[in-house]
């Protein structure tokens, strides 16, 4: 048996369909699904994960039109603002941040800074992905290493990720830590994020401890 798992990455697909689905301002989608993303995330530390990794912005999604850019920072920069940081003290989790900051507005920005100046302990942390390209992530690793192992300890995310939770019905990581995925079980729940409920994490982290992980051998 699996157990709980350490390292868990959130995919969290489908906003944007929830929007049109529901009649709702896009902005509004972003922000009730930041809400929805602090309440996973509080509930996966509670659950003894000892890491989180939030997918929360590609580069590629970095090229979509202003209008929904502009909502989406809005939003995440309020979870990251408000939201997050009573979630990390209460477990007593730090925060990192990875990836591009070119193109990421000056609040944006300075939420992010202040998050990572939240003490927390060693090994217990939620990871977020802003601006994130797994290609300059493994190529950055890579320069100066002399070896797998290390630049495998190079990367911005080196532990292994055991469980990735992807909503939305698709069965794709798009770009989210690959090499760091290769032997993660993945759950997909077919709700769009907003929808998502801790009745659906708790289901993917029950099946997950029911799990025998061979990991290719």
């Not at 000056?106 to 992010?112: C, E, H, K, T, V």
């Not at 320069?143 to 992807?166: F, N, Q, T």
């Amino acid at each position: 048996m699996s157990g709980v798992p350490r390292h868990v990455g959130v995919i969290p697909d489908g906003s944007r369909r929830w929007s049109r689905l529901n009649g709702v301002p896009l902005t509004e989608s972003y922000h009730l699904a930041m809400r929805n993303l602090a309440r996973i995330t509080d509930l996966l530390l509670a659950s003894q994960v000892r890491s989180v990794s939030l997918y929360m912005l590609s580069v590629r999604n970095l090229l979509r039109p202003a209008e929904e850019l502009a909502a989406v920072f809005e939003a995440e920069s309020r979870f990251c603002s408000v939201l997050l940081p009573e979630i990390l003290r209460r477990h007593g989790a730090r925060a990192e941040v990875v990836g591009r900051n070119e193109g990421l507005p000056s609040d944006f920005l300075g939420a992010l800074d202040e998050l990572r100046g939240i003490p927390g302990e060693a090994g217990r942390k939620v990871c977020l992905l802003v601006g994130y390209d797994a290609w300059e992530e493994v190529f950055a690793a890579m320069r100066g290493a002399s070896s797998i192992e290390e630049a495998k300890a190079a990367l911005a995310v080196p532990e292994d990720v055991d469980l990735v939770i992807r909503t939305g019905g698709g069965a794709l990581l798009s770009g989210f830590l690959p090499m760091q995925s290769q032997y993660a079980h993945i759950a997909t729940v077919d709700a769009l994020f907003n929808d998502l409920s801790p009745a659906d994490v708790t289901a993917a982290l029950d099946e997950f401890a029911e799990r025998t992980r061979l990991q290719g051998l």
